[in-house]
């Protein structure tokens, strides 16, 4: 069983920036041939994709966070990262990262890191 553990989120002004990770425990070295995503969930609306990056490191992104967010991978670390610029109060929400270990659906999900985007 593959633990997902989120961290890095909090409280930032409009225009700043926060980095979140999500550290994989259990996968040993398969974590590298894992999708990983990041996903968020605002209050009152449903969860939505932000981005996701392939084992070869192929990324893709939702159009309301392209220019702005960037995810990586540290294979080494079993870790991925989102890194969150120019931050907008519409970016609020709990973030969650997220593994797809086989087939077509996310099926690990971690607990979720708060983020808070103040005007």
């Known amino acids: 069983q593959v633990q997902l553990v989120e961290s890095g989120g909090g409280q930032v002004q409009a225009g700043g920036s926060l980095r979140l990770s999500c550290a994989a425990s259990?996968?040993?070295?398969?974590?590298?041939?894992?999708?990983m995503g990041w996903f968020r969930q605002a209050p009152g609306k449903e969860r939505e994709f932000v981005a996701t990056i392939s084992w070869r490191g192929n990324t893709n992104y939702a159009g309301s966070v392209k220019g702005r967010f960037t995810i990586s991978r540290d294979n080494a670390k079993n870790t991925v990262y989102l890194q969150m610029n120019s931050l907008k109060p519409e970016d609020t929400a709990v973030y969650y990262c997220?593994?797809?270990?086989?087939?077509?659906?996310?099926?690990?999900w971690g607990q979720g890191t708060q983020v808070t985007v103040s005007s």
């Open positions: 997220a593994a797809n270990r086989a087939g077509p659906e996310y099926d690990q």
């Open positions: 259990g996968s040993g070295r398969t974590f590298s041939s894992y999708r």
